[in-house]
């Protein structure tokens, strides 16, 4: 208690601004250290203080933020690259298009179908009885006009991986969370100004189909109606596969281009678990499927997940790729020569 009386005068005598200097350099220390003798003295009440909560919440804070963020994750949602890609296919696509528009192809973009040669064909552009089908452009959901930042920054904090139970409560809460890919906004809008229907198909849940179409909605891509302009998992018992839905798409639309972030937003084909990961790459590189890239297919970065993400080392790294130094340093040598 004496200590508490003296410091308390002290404060009386040396004014608000001195006061304010003894208070943050001299009380709070020297009261700590008062409470922490009081507890082993049983000669009156011991003062007690409310928790400093704000303290452990900052400590909380910045224990999270130093967990290492995975390079693809850092790289597609705060790289100045990811952002110059996404403008760069955006404005590519808006060229193409207009310049496709003009010319009333009579046929639609290559397109992944089901019960095709090799999973690829193209439909009419024109109707049964005359005339022509409206212009549309397919765009898959996440990671091409929407980035799903917060399902992600929960992944990058807690460590914990892909969750479908996690991911379905993402999809009906997690609206507020949500950007817009970088041009996404503005080439849906040129599309739509152009007469050219925007069409979503996307592995979103048909369940959650109202959210989906919220948050769409508040970003600025307008309004969507389920089965008409966006078409979702769960709309037929194909699961996940698109091609189903790119046919009912095709069947109303001309459809004048594909743009994803995986290559099954384009066709099935690249999805086959049994393909390996060189297969799947030689695939994208020829034949007509080489021609497309930039060509009525645009494709957005995404190095965080998809059916890329499979295979080990020898599936990433053939037998003429693999090389060696041919001479190492241990870590000894490394720290002394260092010195």
């Given at each position: 208690m004496r200590v508490l009386v003296a410091l308390a005068a002290a404060l009386a005598l040396g004014g608000c601004a001195t006061g304010a200097v003894l208070a943050d350099q001299v009380v709070a220390p020297a009261l700590d250290r008062a409470l922490q003798t009081r507890s082993h003295v049983a000669d009156g009440p011991v003062l007690t203080l409310p928790p400093v909560t704000d303290g452990v919440q900052r400590s909380a804070e910045a224990t999270a933020d130093a967990r290492p963020v995975p390079l693809g994750t850092r790289w597609l949602y705060s790289s100045a690259e990811a952002a110059a890609v996404s403008l760069q296919a955006f404005r590519q696509l808006g060229d193409y298009v207009r310049a496709r528009q003009a010319a009333q192809p009579a046929a639609s973009v290559l397109l992944g179908l089901p019960g095709r040669p090799d999973g690829l064909g193209t439909e009419s552009c024109l109707l049964p009885g005359g005339g022509r089908k409206p212009p549309a452009v397919i765009f898959d959901g996440d990671e091409t006009l929407v980035l799903n930042r917060g399902h992600e920054y929960w992944r990058a904090t807690s460590g914990q991986p892909?969750?479908?139970?996690?991911?379905?409560?993402?999809?009906?809460?997690?609206?507020?969370?949500?950007?817009?890919?970088?041009?996404?906004?503005?080439?849906?809008?040129?599309?739509?100004?152009?007469?050219?229907?925007?069409?979503?198909?996307?592995?979103?849940?048909?369940?959650?189909?109202?959210?989906?179409?919220?948050?769409?909605?508040?970003?600025?891509?307008?309004?969507y109606i389920v089965g008409e302009t966006i078409f979702l998992r769960g709309m037929d018992a194909a699961g996940s596969d698109k091609d189903p839905r790119r046919a009912r798409i095709a069947a109303r639309y001309c459809v004048l281009a594909q743009v994803g972030d995986n290559l099954g937003d384009f066709a099935d084909l690249f999805n086959e678990r049994e393909l390996g990961a060189q297969e799947r790459r030689r695939i994208a590189q020829r034949g007509e499927v080489a021609q497309l890239w930039g060509n009525g297919w645009f494709v957005l970065p995404n190095p965080v997940y998809g059916a890329f993400d499979r295979g080990g080392i020898a599936d990433v790294f053939p037998p003429d790729a693999r090389w060696q130094p041919q001479t190492t340093r241990s870590a000894p040598d490394i720290m002394s020569r260092g010195n």
């Open positions: 892909f969750d479908p139970a996690v991911w379905a409560e993402w999809e009906r809460t997690g609206n507020p969370q949500l950007a817009a890919v970088p041009g996404a906004v503005a080439a849906v809008r040129a599309l739509r100004e152009a007469g050219i229907t925007p069409i979503i198909n996307t592995n979103r849940a048909l369940e959650t189909a109202a959210d989906t179409v919220r948050g769409f909605a508040q970003l600025g891509f307008g309004d």
